[in-house]
């Protein structure tokens, strides 16, 4: 559940989302977490341009970001090496998805899980727009 305010009304955007992408990533600032993965769960939520009153659209990709290409930006930044925050885990993914102009603003949440026995995830989640 995101803490952020819900995007305006206008421009009318259609959202497209990945939910509970669970990965391995080696993300840490701490020794022990140099040279080992941890398990990752990312959450991405993206707006692109809709058309105010539309109601049923070509039923074609071109209308729209596929969300294969997203998972795929994904795995490439994790296979890039170790990211000490998940702030910049975050960032880097945000930039990516930024990098197609028909996305108007995208929200990022990344959760190390397994790191506190009591508390289900720690993380951070933010919104950036173009």
């Known amino acids: 559940m995101s803490l952020l305010p819900p995007w305006p009304d206008l421009p009318p955007l259609r959202r497209v989302f990945l939910r509970d ?3 391995e990533a080696t993300i840490g600032v ?3 977490e140099h040279g080992v993965t941890q398990r990752v ?3 991405i939520d993206f707006g692109i341009d809709d058309q105010p009153g539309l109601v049923v659209g070509r039923d074609d990709l071109s209308r729209t970001v596929s969300y294969e ?3 795929t930006l994904v795995r490439r930044i994790l296979a890039e090496g ?5 702030e910049t885990l975050a960032e880097r993914i945000a930039a990516g ?3 197609d ?3 108007r603003v995208v929200r990022v949440r990344v959760e190390k899980l397994d790191v506190f026995d009591e508390i289900a ?3 951070v989640e933010i919104e950036r727009r173009p």
């Open 97 to 99: 998805v930024l990098a």
């Open 69 to 71: 290409r997203v998972v």
């Open 21 to 23: 992408m669970l990965v």
């Open 121 to 123: 995830a720690v993380g």
């Open 41 to 43: 769960r990312l959450n």
């Open 30 to 32: 701490h020794p022990h």
């Open 82 to 86: 170790h990211v000490r925050l998940v």
């Open 101 to 103: 102009s028909r996305i």
